[in-house]
C-alpha cells in the first residue's frame, strides 16, 4: 500500500536560544502514513511530537530530510493536510457554520455548495442544531467539534490534531475520544494526533509510535486493536481496564519515564 505522507531522513535544527549554535529538535525521522491509519506519537516533554507535526503540515521547513505527499515534496501548507489546533482557532466574530466553511471560502468555493459541504460535516460531529450558533455560546468540546468539522469540509487526505483534547475536562474528553474515533471510522482519513496521555493514545491509535527527548527519533512502534475493541463493544471503560491494555499501558509508561531519566 503506498504511503500517503512518507518521511524521509527529517532532521529539524533551530537557533539556540542564546543565539550560540543550534538545537536539535528532529533526527533523522523516517516515517510512512498509510490509508486509512491513525497514528499518534507519545513522548516526553520537548521531544519534538509538535515539531513533527508543523513539518508534516509544511509550517515548518526540515532543514534535513524531506517531506513527500503521495510521492510529491512537500513545499508548504497545503488543503491536502488539515489541522485541529490545540486551541481551537476559531474566527468569534463568525458564527459555527460559517467557522466550517471558511476554507472553502478562501479557496473560492460558491456559497451554496461550501454551506452544503459545512453543513454535512456539522452533522457528522453531532452539531447540526448549533450552526447559527456565536461561537462564545459554545462549551470547550463542541468548540473543538467545530474546529473537526471545519478541517474536514476542506477534504484533506489527512488530518493532523496536535493535542486536541489537552484542556477538556476528563468527562468531556473521554467522549471526544469516542467521536473522533467514530468520525475517522466513516470518513477513513489518515490521521497523526498527538497526545501527552497514554491511556488516550493506547485507546485510538492503529499504531502508536514514541520519541526519544531531544533530539526527538522514532524509538518504538506498536500495532495496536484497541479501537476494533471499542467498535465492537461500544464500551471505552472495559477496553481500558482489560489486562492487556493495562500491561501495554505500563510498558509505554515505563520507556518514557525511563528515557526521561535517561536524558
Not at 30 to 35: M, S, V
Request: charged share 25%.
Amino acid at each position: 500500500m503506498n504511503a500517503i505522507i512518507s518521511l524521509d531522513h527529517v532532521g529539524m535544527e533551530f537557533p539556540a536560544v542564546d543565539g550560540v549554535g543550534t538545537v536539535m529538535a528532529l533526527e533523522d525521522v523516517n516515517l510512512d502514513f498509510r490509508e486509512n491509519e491513525f497514528v499518534v506519537a507519545l513522548g516526553a516533554s520537548g521531544c519534538g511530537k509538535t515539531t513533527l507535526l508543523n513539518v508534516i503540515a509544511g509550517f515548518l521547513s526540515p532543514t534535513s530530510g524531506q517531506v513527500l505527499h503521495k510521492g510529491m515534496p512537500v513545499g508548504g501548507p497545503g488543503r491536502d493536510r488539515g489541522v485541529v489546533f490545540q486551541k481551537h482557532a476559531l474566527l468569534p466574530w463568525l458564527d459555527v457554520v460559517e467557522n466550517t466553511e471558511f476554507g472553502l471560502k478562501l479557496q473560492g468555493v460558491a456559497a451554496r455548495d461550501r454551506r452544503t459541504r459545512a453543513r454535512e460535516n456539522l452533522a457528522l460531529v453531532g452539531l447540526s442544531e448549533f450552526e447559527r450558533y456565536p461561537i462564545y455560546q459554545l462549551s470547550g468540546g463542541m468548540q473543538q467539534r467545530v474546529g473537526l468539522a471545519r478541517a474536514l469540509t476542506c477534504d484533506p487526505d489527512m488530518l493532523l490534531m496536535d493535542e486536541p483534547l489537552g484542556a477538556l475536562d476528563a468527562f468531556t474528553r473521554e467522549n471526544m475520544q469516542e467521536l473522533i474515533l467514530d468520525v475517522w471510522r466513516k470518513t477513513r482519513k489518515v490521521v497523526f494526533f498527538i497526545t501527552h496521555s497514554v491511556e488516550e493514545a493506547l485507546f485510538m491509535a492503529t499504531r502508536l509510535i514514541v520519541m526519544s527527548p531531544r533530539p526527538g527519533r522514532i524509538t518504538h512502534q506498536y500495532d495496536l486493536e484497541f479501537y476494533e475493541r471499542y467498535f465492537e463493544s461500544g464500551d471505552a471503560r472495559t477496553v481500558k481496564s482489560s489486562s492487556d491494555f493495562i500491561r501495554i499501558r505500563e510498558e509505554v509508561l515505563s520507556i518514557i519515564y525511563g528515557e526521561e531519566v535517561g536524558e
